[in-house]
């Protein structure tokens, strides 16, 4: 069965790094991409980005441009995302989701936790 | 791009059936076929009910259905049952960037 295990949760002061991961399995990694998504605390979800593990080719979301990078490492079947020059704002809930091209997030992970606090 | 426009709050009793609305432009739900929607029980990661405007994934009650009209999507649960109360988001295509609805909690009395 797919399945998305994400790492846990992180606690960061302002103007750090984070980087999250996301280890798939029961599927064939490099058949699909990875989406993020993410979703502050009682706030709705906010599309981030999307990476193929076929061929690393990215897209992401404007607002994050610059400060957000999605990866993946085929031999391991993980993908990452680390978001830089964190902010209070950035707190949320952080997802991981297979996704085919970008257009669809099917299975999700089970979320990872950011706090962002002084 | 702005967030698709849902409902906050819907609600039903046991067997009745809802309709959950999702209003975009013509630069997304207007434009493709690629709507889609996810159940989000709480503390919990979402779950994709519906895609491609109304096909279900394997699995999925066919108590749950999806339809689209022009810039406006819509999900329909027949058949209200108390496991069905959970947040409900609407996802579109919108060319080359995805975009999500607000959300709308289903409560069922």
């Known amino acids: 069965q797919v399945q998305l295990v994400q790492s846990g949760a992180e606690v960061k002061k302002p103007g750090a790094s984070v980087k999250v991961s996301c280890k798939a399995s029961?599927?064939?990694?490099?058949?699909?991409?990875i989406s993020w998504v993410r979703q502050a605390p009682g706030q709705g979800l906010e599309w981030m980005g999307w990476?193929?593990?076929?061929?690393?080719?990215?897209n992401y979301a404007q607002k994050l441009q610059g400060r957000v990078t999605m990866t993946t490492d085929t031999s391991t079947s993980t993908a990452y995302m680390e978001l830089r020059s964190l902010r209070s704002d950035d707190t949320a809930v952080y997802y991981c989701?297979?996704?085919?091209?970008?257009?669809?997030?099917?299975?999700w992970g089970q979320g990872t936790l950011v706090t962002v606090s002084s | 791009q702005s967030a698709l426009t849902q409902p906050a709050s819907v609600s039903g009793s046991p067997g009745q059936s809802i309709t959950i609305s999702c209003t975009g432009t013509?630069?997304?739900?207007?434009?493709?076929?690629?709507v889609s929607w996810y159940q989000q029980h709480p503390g919990k990661a979402p779950k994709l009910m519906i895609y491609?405007?109304?096909k279900r994934p394997s699995g999925v009650s066919n108590r749950f259905s999806g339809s689209k009209s022009g810039n406006t999507a819509s999900l329909t649960i027949s058949g209200l049952q108390a496991e069905d109360e959970a947040d409900y988001y609407c996802?579109?295509?919108?060319?080359?960037?995805?975009?999500f609805g607000g959300g709308t909690k289903l409560t069922v009395l």
């Open positions: 013509s630069s997304d739900v207007g434009s493709y076929n690629l």
């Open positions: 996802c579109s295509y919108a060319g080359s960037i995805v975009v």
């Open positions: 989701a297979r996704d085919l091209s970008g257009l669809l997030p099917d299975y």
């Open positions: 990476i193929s593990a076929y061929n690393g080719n990215t």
């Open positions: 491609e405007v109304s």
């Open positions: 029961g599927y064939t990694f490099t058949s699909y991409g």
